[in-house]
Each structure stands twice: as structure tokens, then as C-alpha cells.
């Protein structure tokens, strides 16, 4: 039996972050800065496609050739990810959208009176 995991991406509006534990027990957590992109670059979706790029390689190393991806948040890497890992050959058997929404929010701010 081939091994399948899952891998966890954290979208955000500054950084993009991969996590996955791997059957041994040890974990694999990378974000762009990683690679070197500061400040501005690290947001784009270039900077998210090289990020899963180099961690298929760590997967790869590691026999594993299956995932289960869960996306969260809105930022620019989400399609940047998928589009890396079907570069580096790797099956993504499912993805769960795990985004957090509120039901209802915080409280609105009073009416101005003029």
C-alpha cells in the first residue's frame, strides 16, 4: 500500500505555508520566505508554484506520491499549489476547502448622526 497524506496550505494575503507530517513522525513545514522571496514577493503566485515545487521534492524523497490537500484562506498561491504539484507528478487524490468563515461576524460599528 502506497502511502497518502495530507498536506495543509495556508493561504494568506503576505505568505504562503505548507505543513505535512510525514509516516515517520518527523514534519515538513516550508513558507516562502524559505526560498528567499521578501517582503512584497512573497505573496505572489510565483513565489507559492516554487514553494510546492521544492516540497514535492521532500515528498518525493520521502516515497510518497499521494496527497490529500486542505486549502485554507483567500490568498494569491491557492491555484499556484495545485498547478506545482501536478508539475512535479504528484496525485492529489482530494481537496477540502477549510477556509474559516464567520457566521456572523463581529458587531457593526453605531450609525454617524449628522
Not at 503576505?14 to 505543513?19: A, Y
Not at 503566485?45 to 486542505?70: C, D, G, M, V, W
Not at 507528478?89 to 481537496?95: D, E, R, S, T
Request: charged share 30%; net charge positive.
Amino acid at each position: 500500500m502506497e502511502n497518502i497524506i495530507t498536506v495543509n496550505a495556508k493561504c494568506s494575503s503576505n505568505n504562503t505555508i505548507l505543513q505535512t507530517v510525514l509516516p515517520n513522525k518527523k514534519d515538513i513545514i516550508l513558507t516562502t520566505g524559505v526560498l528567499g522571496f521578501k517582503g512584497a514577493k512573497r505573496s505572489t503566485p510565483h513565489a507559492a508554484q516554487q514553494l510546492t515545487e521544492f516540497f514535492s521534492e521532500r515528498l518525493i524523497e520521502n516515497k510518497i506520491i499521494k496527497i490529500i490537500l486542505i486549502l485554507k484562506g483567500f490568498g494569491k498561491g491557492r491555484k499556484s499549489i495545485i498547478k506545482g504539484f501536478n508539475k512535479k507528478k504528484i496525485k492529489i487524490l482530494k481537496i477540502v476547502d477549510k477556509t474559516p468563515e464567520p457566521h456572523n461576524g463581529c458587531r457593526a460599528s453605531k450609525k454617524r448622526r449628522l
